[in-house]
């Protein structure tokens, strides 16, 4: 046991529907007709959808085959499956642990709610029921709270930590454990006196069977066993049913980088504004209009998704914990420090945890909203992808991305350039009144040894091949600590100052290219990386 039942649950949720499983599982697939010795599966990951191919060799013990199988001997669709989503992730390994709203998205593209049932709304049946007509796949749990609960068994043949699907809600919940052999013995279950004052066609339209893996429970009993229920709701391209509920989607690419686009969460109020920042417009209102106020309102589900980490758990890497907050926006430039320190979220995820998507349903009056998506902790790396779910058509785009330069040029006459600055030039210079690069790099290196209030080694030979203009009183006013440098960080601010406007990916490549392995930056750098800057947008 891989202890991958959670995407046993997923697997059989699949089964309940059969254009979704098609989907997955391509039709004329077989060991007879056109048989080849490989199969085909299809997988969403990130917004798209991803062909996996796998032989049919399936790890065996004692001749029994080892992970996910049938109770039916020459049924393998199922084993295969789990095999080509372990290719997909890297190994069988790394599909240990994990959450049945995983294998559901990858399965549907969908977004998914969880909900604590210590907690549960109000309106959670309501909810179920809107959910299940949807076409959404539901999954429900017990929380363990020790090793020796892991797949422990209840006084009422409920198992703890185990992944069970939710298959309809008529005032009863039907639950369906994929394994089949344990089952719920309390009242409403295949045996239960309650159903012995029961019309017969009733139990027959609520397909009540014996020893399925299937059964009913009272919603109240439901409430009070499981900890945990699990929503996914299907996007417009898996959705068959035009009579369906659809979402409008958005999806955004994103990336932490350390030192430029990995702010951390709002406790790190320095860097909590470099994170990406995303601007959706919410236009048209549900129809009920009821939400946190007496405005119109707009209902939509925020997903924040990091990518590939357990493709990358064999070099190290694990979850993230994740998080986002929404604030109530005007325009579309990427906002600075200030503006987080004076203006509150409207709305945040419930927590930062290490799970691979944090989603929150929202319900918010109609206008526009900043999402910055960010790890708890600054420095942390990571590409994610952030999608939102809205009930109605929602704009969308991601702010900063176009790179804009109108740099600072400071008018410099004469009068103002120091009498032994002229004297050092004069010097190197002869009679030509011309330097080359190697006389700029000595003047300049003088001139800085007298400079106590920035550390450097000195200018390099590069940075004295171009054209240089100091900017050093931006640098200085960046410089927030004087500590003679800045970090990645404060030379966005730097940069900006400067008169340039740039998207996150040219300030990741500033970050790997201009600071330190300790995310600091030199003042030399900084002055190599403004003429760069000054040549390219001057061009």
Same mark, same amino acid.
């Given at each position: 046991? *891989?202890?991958?039942?959670?995407? /046993?649950?997923?697997i059989a949720?699949l089964?309940?529907d059969q254009?979704?499983l098609a989907?997955v599982v391509? &039709? ?11 199969f085909?599966y ?5 917004? &798209?959808?991803v062909?996996?191919v796998?032989?049919?060799r399936l ?5 029994? /085959?080892?992970?996910v199988h ?6 393998f669709?199922?084993?295969?499956l ?7 992730n890297g190994?069988?390994?790394?599909l240990?642990?994990g ?10 593209g969908?977004?998914s709610e969880?909900?604590?049932?210590k907690k549960?709304p109000?309106?959670?049946?309501? *909810?179920i029921?809107k ?6 796949l539901?999954?429900?749990?017990i929380?363990i709270?020790n090793?020796?609960? =892991?797949?422990?068994i209840t006084?009422? +043949?409920?198992?703890?930590g185990h992944a069970?699907?939710?298959t309809?809600a008529e005032e009863?919940?039907r639950?369906r454990?994929p394994?089949?052999e344990?089952?719920?013995n309390?009242p409403w279950?295949?045996?239960?006196? &309650?159903?012995n004052?029961?019309?017969? @066609?009733v139990?027959a339209?609520?397909d009540k069977?014996?020893d ?6 009272a ?5 009070r066993e499981?900890s ?5 709701n299907?996007?417009p391209d $898996?959705?068959?049913?035009?009579e369906?509920h @659809?979402w409008?989607?958005?999806?955004f690419?994103g990336t932490?980088?350390?030192?430029s =686009? ?6 790190y109020?320095?860097?909590?504004? $470099?994170?990406?920042?995303?601007? *959706? ?12 106020s ?5 209902t ?6 990091q990518?590939?980490r357990?493709r990358q758990r +064999? ?10 907050a929404?604030? @109530?926006?005007?325009t579309?430039?990427?906002?600075g420090?200030?503006f987080?320190?004076r203006?509150p979220s409207?709305a945040r995820?419930?927590t930062?945890i290490n799970?691979?998507e944090?989603s +929150?349903?929202?319900?918010l009056?109609?206008?526009?909203? /900043?999402?910055v998506?960010s $790890?708890f902790?600054?420095?942390?790396t990571?590409?994610?992808c952030?999608?939102v ?6 704009k969308s785009?991601?702010v900063?991305d176009?790179a ?14 120091p009498?032994?600055f002229k004297?050092?030039?004069d010097?190197?210079a002869g009679?030509?009144g011309?330097?080359n690069a190697?006389?700029i790099?000595?003047i300049?290196n +003088? ?9 450097s080694s000195g200018f =390099?030979?590069?940075?004295?091949r171009?054209?240089?203009s100091?900017m050093d009183?931006?640098?200085i006013?960046a410089?927030?600590?004087r500590s003679?440098?800045?970090d990645?960080h404060e030379?966005?601010?730097?940069l ?8 996150n ?7 790997q290219?201009?600071?330190?392995n300790? /995310?600091?930056?030199?003042f030399d750098a900084?002055?190599a990386?403004?003429i760069?800057?000054e040549t390219?947008?001057?061009?």
């Open positions: 046991d *891989i202890g991958d039942c959670w995407l /046993l649950a997923a949720s089964t309940l254009d979704i989907r391509p &039709e004329n697939q077989s060991f007879q007709k056109n048989y080849a010795g490989i085909r299809q997988f969403w990951q990130y917004g &798209e959808w062909e996996v796998v032989d049919d790890p065996t013990k004692d001749g029994h /085959l080892v992970f049938s109770a039916e001997g020459n049924e669709w199922g084993s295969l789990e095999k080509a989503y372990a290719k997909l190994s069988y390994e790394a240990t642990g959450s049945t709203i995983e294998g559901f998205e990858d399965f549907t969908g977004i969880v909900y604590d049932l549960a109000a309106d959670l049946y309501e *909810i029921q959910a299940l007509k949807a076409e959404s539901l999954g429900c749990s929380d709270t090793a020796y609960d =892991t797949e422990a006084s009422r +043949k409920l198992v703890k069970y699907s939710v309809g009863l919940v639950v454990n394994w089949g344990v089952e719920w309390g279950s295949d045996e239960a006196p &309650e159903w004052s029961i019309d017969p @066609k139990k339209a609520l069977q014996s399925d893996g299937e059964f009913w429970m919603f109240s009993d439901f409430i499981y945990r229920l699990e929503i996914c299907l996007s $898996t959705l068959t049913s035009k369906q @659809k409008n989607t958005t999806l690419n932490w980088a350390r030192g =686009t990995a702010g951390g969460c709002q406790n109020p320095a860097t909590f504004w $470099t994170n990406p920042q995303f601007r *959706i417009k919410l236009e048209e209102p549900d129809h009920d209009h009821d939400g946190s007496k405005e119109p309102c707009c939509f589900i925020v997903g924040l998704m990518k590939n357990r +064999k070099m190290g890497e694990d979850l993230l914990s994740i998080g986002f929404l604030y @109530k926006d005007q579309d430039v990427h906002f420090k200030d987080f320190q203006n409207a995820s419930d930062y799970m691979r944090v +929150k349903r929202l319900k009056p109609v206008g526009d909203y /900043l999402i998506p $790890t902790e600054p420095f942390k990571g590409d994610f952030l999608r779910f809205s009930e109605k058509a929602a785009l991601e900063g176009v804009k330069g109108n740099p600072y040029e400071p008018q410099v006459s004469d009068k103002d350039v009498a032994d004297n050092i030039f010097k190197l009679g030509k011309e330097i190697k006389d790099q000595a300049l +003088k001139l800085l040894a007298r400079r106590t209030d920035l550390k =390099t030979m590069a940075t004295c171009e054209m240089i100091l009183d931006i640098f006013k410089d927030s600590d003679g440098t800045m990645a030379m966005r601010m730097a900006h100052n400067a008169g340039f406007n740039l998207n990916q040219i300030q990741q490549s500033i970050a290219r201009y600071a330190s300790d /995310l600091t930056v030199h900084f002055v990386c403004m760069r800057l390219l947008f001057s061009k």
